[in-house]
């Protein structure tokens, strides 16, 4: 019996029209500020009782004792003995961070420093007017993202591209659009060995060359990296690299020195603000307490959906165009880390644990999928997020979005009772979440991000899982590698089960 069985014994709570007219407080008592972001949750599905329950399971999970040795720079990701440093990433100088008994906060700083000096450089003049990262998974989606999320923000002159697919599609397109003379590639990959990004950063370079003669890569390749050798054995001066440090997980790195392009794209000062934006939520994960804590309450929420409710997924809607890719990328920070089923003790758990993610902008979502969210057999709790003030000024069309956001929240929870017209029913009683803020800066950027950076290691540490490596991609890396020469050396026909070796064949004989 873990505690999480307890959840199941809960009673569940009265609809979300009963709750509110049982408590005329509640759409007060359960908002809560944290930095700029005001996290609406009346409409999740719980009372007090349920609420109570939940926090005390946090307590007893030890959610406080694990995120002070988070914080204390403790080796929590035990998989792989390594500590969890994201914090460090955007402390101010006057911290310290301790790993290994050594404050690393200075180190954080001089890599900041040098970033900054190289993206001034690349701002203040031509000939860079274009740059590319290339990288994959957590070496791209963060800054791919808050590229996007931050249009606003951008320098006039300079675009950024991202590739990250092995799919030549990707870099084709890519090149085709991009001027040898007046590119800047960012080869950004924390271990230097994934083989998307090294086939990806090969073929650039070999572009580039052809262009221009290899000369030119000293002032065309940066790399960004924690792995200096390989970065050396790929061609790249490690001068032209920017380092940081495996206790940074991939998915964590937005705001290493992977935040390269970002940099560059927005600048340093907004890119300080977006720094200090993480380090708002992250005070106030570390010092408020678990009933005011934001990352606690919406991650215990989750974990009540999970266990308790039994709902697999969650949707994430941003009601913000340039948020488009952030579903994407909590895909990789929430499913990533707790996609496991084994335990801190090498244990298989009894229970569920990371949901599954996804989610669409508003309104786009509502034309495609949210027919299911409000009539489907299924429950998915939303998160919604949308600002006051948009950036584009364009008011008319704010306040017509933002229409739709408050709506569908109402929609769902209350829904509309017609017995007559059973297909015109809304049962309503579908938890959603409201995140605010006033407008959508790198500050406020950092904050969300954080934000749910923090969900995920409240969730780890309830399910007892390690949120921090993620064994699980392996198994597909290494036979992918296997079968690479398969395709095209000699023929192996017996190297894998009958199905696998079909489809190998099959390739072979029409490739
Ligand atoms: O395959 C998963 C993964 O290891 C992610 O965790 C990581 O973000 C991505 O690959 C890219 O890794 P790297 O930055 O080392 O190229």
Known sequence: MTPLDDLSDLPRPAHLRDLFEQDPTRAQRYVTHAGDLRIDWSKASVDDVTLDALLGLAERAGVERRRDAMFAGERINVTEDRAVGHVALRMPHTSSFVVD????????????????????????????????????????????????????????????????????????????????????????????????????????????????????????????????????????????????????????????????????????????????????IDEHFRTAPLRDNAPVLLAMLGVWYANGLGYDTKAVLPYSNDLARFPAYLQQLDMESNGKSVDLDGERVGHHTGPIIWGEPGTNGQHAFYQLIHQGTRIIPCDFIGVARAEHGDQEHHDLLMANLFAQSEALAFGRSNEAEPHRNFEGNRPNTVILAERLTPSVLGQLIALYEHVVHVQGTVWGVNSYDQWGVELGKELANQITPELVGEPTPDAHDAATNALIAWYRAHR
């Not at 659009?177 to 083989?195: E, N, Q, R, W, Y």
């Not at 572009?207 to 030119?216: F, H, I, K, P, R």
């Open 101 to 280: 008994g050594h404050d690393v906060v200075p180190e954080v700083h001089a890599v900041l420093d040098a970033l900054a000096d190289f993206a001034r450089r690349v701002r203040a003049s031509g000939p860079i007017d274009h740059v590319v990262n290339i990288g994959i998974g957590g070496s791209d989606l963060g800054p791919a993202m808050a590229y996007e999320a931050l249009r606003p923000f951008r320098h006039e002159r300079i675009r950024c591209s991202f590739v990250s697919n092995v799919d030549g599609a990707d870099i084709e397109a890519v090149l085709a659009d991009s001027d040898p003379a007046t590119t800047l590639f960012v080869v950004a990959s924390k271990t230097f060995g994934t083989i998307e990004t090294l086939t990806n950063a090969r073929t650039a370079r070999a572009w580039l060359v052809d262009a221009l003669g290899e000369d030119a890569v000293v002032d065309h390749f940066v790399a960004v990296s924690t792995n200096e050798e390989r970065v050396a054995e790929f061609g790249i001066d490690t001068a032209n690299m920017f380092g940081f440090w495996d206790w940074v997980g991939g998915r964590y790195s937005v705001d290493s020195a992977i935040g390269l392009s970002l940099m560059i794209a927005i600048g340093p000062e907004a890119f300080s603000e977006f720094l200090a934006g993480f380090h708002t």
